[in-house]
């Protein structure tokens, strides 16, 4: 009976984040067409992709939810959403909406305000990802950056991410001649650390390590990470291109939604560096967009992603070769790759002789 009652509660959980989602974007479309009556009319999504599109979300959760009942991860990591955080941000999310679209309409990919330092970071990242202001590089992105993804995913990001849970609990099974508190995870690129608190809640004896080039999203990260318990989380600011660890040092590598934001040679060193961290014996787990490989039929919305969103990479990343890179780094094995609604996850494994 109660799980019964908590799994009705989920549920109706992501059906009003949906609905609010849907509210929001009925906002933007209405207030946009205001602003500028003659603009081009969306392109409407057909029927037929709507529904195989909430078929996906449907599986989607019932994946989470199963995954909980199973014990992965407790239930209440379902729950666990930062509401007080997004009622104080959205705002904000609207005041700022004008400049993004601003920023889109006059294709300005490079723009920064005066205080905010650009210099030293790779030039392939100083962009407006999605039309961001201040790109990844301001307070304003790492507050709205939450809220923003689980407005365009229909309030199923954290679904998302919660996919690679039990993919990397599978994978310490290797190392179970370790003590809980010696297992060392790192998450490359944490942003805001919304797949942190999931392993957090999961692996609460683990020591967690994190990497992001942007200290602003660490900020916000270690806000976000603040009323966990257990060891604290060590964040670090750097570059997965040239992760600060030592060779041979973590026991699994996570990185959620980011390589579609790499140029493909950076995806190779990325691959390589979390290659040269991991243990013998260790898995990285990737969750990142679906490419046309595994979803051919959602080819023209990955295109309509690329074009509208400024999403630079994400042209070459729709055909990009990701097992291949894994073979190429040295990986002995790769797991058949998953898609869970919008997103892909692969498992590769460094071999235990390497
Ligand atoms: C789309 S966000 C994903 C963040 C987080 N993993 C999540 O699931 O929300 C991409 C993140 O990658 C970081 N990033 C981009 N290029 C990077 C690089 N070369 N090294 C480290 N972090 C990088 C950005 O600062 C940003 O926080």
Not at 88 to 98: A, T
Request: glycine share 4%; with cysteine; aromatic share 10%.
């Amino acid at each position: 009976m109660a799980d019964t009652l908590t799994k009705l509660t989920y549920q109706t959980l992501q059906q009003g984040k949906s609905y609010l989602s849907f509210a929001h974007k009925t906002l933007s479309i209405q207030a946009r067409k205001a602003l500028k009556p003659n603009d081009l009319p969306m392109i409407p999504v057909p029927p037929e992709l709507i529904t195989k599109l909430q078929q996906r979300v449907n599986d989607l959760l019932a994946v989470d939810w199963q995954d909980a009942e199973n014990g992965v991860y407790p239930t209440s990591l379902l729950f666990d959403e930062p509401w007080v955080d997004y009622l104080k941000q959205y705002p904000s999310l609207i005041v700022d909406m004008p400049s993004i679209w601003r920023r889109a309409d006059g294709k300005k990919h490079q723009d920064f305000d005066r205080d905010i330092e650009t210099d030293g970071y790779p030039s392939y990242y100083v962009q407006n990802f999605h039309h961001q202001t201040g790109g990844y590089l301001s307070d304003l992105s790492a507050n709205l950056y939450d809220l923003q993804v689980e407005i365009l995913f229909g309030g199923s990001a954290d679904a998302m991410r919660r996919r690679i849970l039990a993919p990397l609990k599978a994978s310490l099974t290797a190392f179970s001649d370790v003590p809980a508190k010696q297992i060392r995870i790192l998450d490359a690129a944490c942003g805001t650390a919304r797949t942190l608190r999931g392993v957090r809640a999961m692996l609460p004896q683990a020591s967690l390590f994190a990497v992001d080039l942007s200290g602003a999203y660490l900020r916000k990260a270690n806000e976000q990470l603040a009323d966990m318990p257990g060891e604290l989380v060590q964040l670090m600011q750097g570059n997965i291109e040239e992760l600060p660890y030592v060779d041979n040092y973590f026991h699994a590598v996570t990185c959620v939604f980011l390589f579609h934001e790499l140029p493909p040679a950076v995806r190779q060193n990325a691959i390589d560096e979390c290659y040269r961290v991991l243990k013998p014996g260790g898995s990285l787990i990737i969750c990142d967009s679906i490419q046309v490989a595994d979803s051919p039929e959602l080819e023209a919305m990955m295109h309509m992603f690329h074009e509208t969103f400024h999403e630079p990479y994400y042209r070459s990343y729709m055909e990009d070769d990701l097992i291949d890179r894994l073979n190429k780094a040295g990986f002995a094995q790769v797991l058949p790759t998953e898609v869970h609604f919008m997103s892909k996850y692969l498992v590769a494994t460094k071999a235990v002789d390497s």
